[in-house]
């Protein structure tokens, strides 16, 4: 068993808004280690904190996990314009606040990197600020491969997630879709966003896992636009992906 190791002290960036409903006026972009006995010593994520964190004293928030695709980081979910187009949603208004939370992925399964993140990221968060730690209030997504463990976790650990973004999907085959709906209590299924560019070569995978969930009656939206496995794809949807994440909330 690996020794505990304390891990590094958080980071902070800051992203300017243009609007504001508080004195600080920014939301935060925290870089912060998750000691792991998985991916050892430590895990990496990004944290945005949203306007007003830093001020609203006892408020809690929701949470959304986002898992970038191969060859990516954690810092691709900014890059595509996810902190600045939250910041500036919650601003004026149009989205209500929240928090997300992006892993680096190490080149890890599936199987892992849901383990990190249910075991060890999920509770540390819940631990270390002020989020509403509850079903309910939690989502989980991803671009290309990072859409495949999405899926594998939240419906691998049923009773953690309530919603799923499945953007760009990746390698998975729809028998393994099939598989992980068959593993999740029926009453635990998170809802889905799928979406796909119109030139993306995975889009029969992403057109199958819709005909499955209309035929299994499990609430989702499919969305399908112009344009391919690209960042200027999901940099464009982007603002669509946040908006429905926080619908409920």
Not at 59 to 83: F, K, N
Not at 215 to 234: N, V
């Amino acid at each position: 068993m690996p020794p505990t190791v304390a891990p590094p002290q958080p980071t902070t960036s800051t992203i300017n808004v243009s609007a504001t409903n508080c004195k600080e006026g920014k939301g935060y972009a925290v870089t912060d280690y998750v000691a792991s006995r998985v991916t050892y010593p430590s895990t990496r994520v990004q944290i945005y904190l949203p306007p007003c964190y830093s001020e609203s004293g006892a408020r809690r928030y929701p949470v959304i996990y986002l898992i970038h695709g191969i060859g990516q980081d954690e810092t691709i979910w900014a890059s595509i314009g996810a902190h600045n187009i939250a910041s500036a949603q919650i601003t004026s208004g149009q989205f209500p606040p929240f928090i997300m939370v992006m892993p680096q992925e190490r080149g890890s399964t599936g199987t892992t990197l849901g383990r990190v993140i249910v075991s060890e990221i999920v509770p540390y968060i819940d631990s270390r600020y002020r989020t509403l730690a509850a079903r309910s209030h939690r989502a989980i997504g991803g671009i290309s491969r990072g859409a495949n463990w999405a899926i594998y976790t939240s419906l691998t650990y049923a009773g953690i997630f309530s919603k799923t973004g499945i953007h760009s999907v990746g390698g998975i085959t729809v028998y393994e879709f099939n598989a992980y709906l068959d593993r999740s209590p029926s009453n635990l299924i998170p809802s889905f966003y799928i979406d796909i560019g119109e030139s993306d070569g995975a889009r029969w995978t992403a057109q199958s896992m819709d005909r499955i969930l209309t035929q299994e009656k499990i609430p989702h939206d499919y969305h399908t636009a112009a344009g391919g496995h690209t960042r200027s794809y999901w940099a464009a949807h982007i603002g669509e992906y946040l908006r429905w994440y926080t619908a409920s909330w």
